[in-house]
């Protein structure tokens, strides 16, 4: 499975922002895919994630409404819409995907700089 993210940019603050995922290869095989985000000096965090053959998702406790994850299953590709962007969602911001079977996400895209300035 490839991963191919984009869509990242210099936003204002307040302004939104829809990031894209799409995924390649063996897709079929893939149960689940997650955004992950990286702000400067700081450790790789969860945003949320997504069942791709269910409605399910979940999301981290800072999205608090802002993020909303969603997918296109007939183009193999998950986006994650900002509301209301601050500065401190400057970040690297990943996608991934899991198999089935496998709890661990196993493959990344090479992340997309997400940079809000105040």
């Known amino acids: 499975v490839q991963l191919q993210a984009s869509g990242g940019g210099l936003v204002q603050a307040g302004g939104s922002l829809r990031l894209s995922c799409t995924a390649s290869g063996r897709t079929a095989r893939i149960h689940g895919m997650g955004w992950f985000r990286q702000a400067p000096g700081k450790e790789r965090e969860s945003v949320g994630d997504?069942?791709?053959?269910?409605?399910?998702?979940s999301n981290a406790d800072f999205v608090k409404g802002r993020f909303t994850i969603s997918r296109e299953r007939d183009k193999n590709t998950m986006y994650l819409e900002v509301d209301g962007l601050k500065p401190e969602d400057t970040a690297v911001y990943y996608c991934?995907?899991?198999?089935?079977?496998?709890?661990?996400?196993?493959?990344w895209g090479q992340g997309t700089l997400v940079t809000v300035s105040s």
């Open positions: 997504i069942y791709w053959n269910g409605p399910s998702t």
């Open positions: 991934a995907a899991r198999l089935y079977g496998r709890s661990a996400y196993e493959f």
